[in-house]
């Protein structure tokens, strides 16, 4: 949604929602920032409801729930406006049909009368019935005039109507299905862009999943701070859109997940695309709050899906992930795709690592 808060009453806002957010457990970052604003600013009492609860039982909320939060009451509620802003364009729309009907029967009126009228004027007539079909004429033409001005007249409105409903359509959607943080879709619009390529005849058959995380991220936060944290977000989802096309789909799920659909894919394409954005990210430089690049360590682990017969966007989702715990289970830093010899391969000795991401 659009806040409406000018500088003064923002600031207001931010004294107060900061010593809230510090008493959880969850990073301090945008996601968390907006429960805490909304909830301060009164303007979402369901969400409210359940963060005085949290608050009064002293139950700190961690990453997990600060997600669920947000996609309860915030998304969705961004769903319900983009809907309803659908819902009344399309009113709109039915009523400016309504009216472009009205006039067509109106014109048939019209034309009936002149077609009546000429039919009398093909009859010996005296001068009082010319008079008579005159008067007539001009009745019928006044009406008509009348009519097709009114017409006019609400089908302009329609117009006006329609261009402000539509930029209002595409900010609220813009809102509801994109992450603010990377400008990737958010998972809502991940999911809902996937399922309207299945509806539209593409088949998971022909199709890729990937699953890709960053390697180590809590520690990363936790070690340079959660702006260098949001600034590797953001760089990764600038290396998935650089490195996508055409009809492919890249989101990020939540947290340090992001996900990618690409089209029209072989396990081999597929394989080398998840390498060539994994190596991209590795090589990649994050410049740190002290000026110097953090390079080399921020890595991303991938899993990869090949879609098969009978494939769901869940059996995708859920094979990808069994990819990607494989690759963090072999050392991360690397791509796994599902059914591959490598799944097979456990790390042992010195070379075995937690698979906690």
């Known amino acids: 949604m659009r806040y409406t808060h000018d500088r003064d009453q923002s600031a207001e806002l931010l004294r107060l929602a900061l010593p809230l957010m510090a008493k959880q457990s969850a990073a301090l970052h945008p996601i968390s920032y907006t429960l805490w604003y909304e909830h301060v600013a009164g303007i979402n009492p369901q969400l409210s409801a359940v963060l005085e609860a949290s608050l009064q039982e002293s139950l700190p909320l961690g990453e997990d729930d600060v997600y669920d939060l947000h996609a309860r009451y915030i998304v969705a509620r961004d769903m319900e406006v983009l809907e309803r802003l659908q819902r009344k364009l399309r009113d709109v729309l039915e009523e400016a049909a309504q009216s472009a009907a009205t006039t067509l029967e109106d014109s048939g009126q019209f034309s009936a009368a002149l077609r009546a009228t000429s039919t009398r004027l093909s009859a010996p007539l005296d001068l009082e019935s010319v008079h008579s079909i005159i008067a007539e004429l001009a009745r019928e033409t006044t009406r008509m005039q009348s009519a097709t001005e009114a017409v006019r007249e609400r089908l302009e409105s329609r117009a006006r109507e329609v261009e402000l409903l539509t930029r209002q359509l595409e900010q609220a959607q813009s809102e509801a299905l994109l992450d603010p943080l990377t400008g990737l879709k958010n998972r809502r619009g991940y999911e809902r862009a996937v399922r309207e390529l299945a509806a539209s005849g593409t088949p998971f058959r022909s199709s890729a999943l990937l699953i890709a995380d960053i390697d ?43 996900a990618v659909l690409l089209q029209q894919t072989s396990a081999s394409g597929a394989r080398s695309l998840a390498e060539q954005i994994r190596a991209a990210v590795a090589a990649g430089r994050i410049r740190r709050t002290d000026g110097k690049d953090l390079a080399g360590s921020v890595t991303l682990s991938v899993g990869v899906a090949i879609g098969g017969n009978g494939d769901t966007l869940e059996s995708m989702l859920a094979r990808a992930d069994a990819a990607l715990y494989v690759a963090k289970r072999n050392g991360r830093n690397q791509v796994a795709v599902n059914g591959e010899p490598s799944e097979e391969r456990v790390a042992v000795g010195a070379e075995r690592v937690a698979a906690t991401r």
């Open 216 to 258: 180590h991220f809590k520690e990363i936060n936790d070690k340079h701070g959660h702006l260098l944290g949001d600034k590797i977000l953001r760089a990764i989802g600038q290396t998935l859109q650089a490195n996508i096309k055409g009809r492919d789909v890249a989101g990020r799920l939540g947290g340090d997940e992001f």
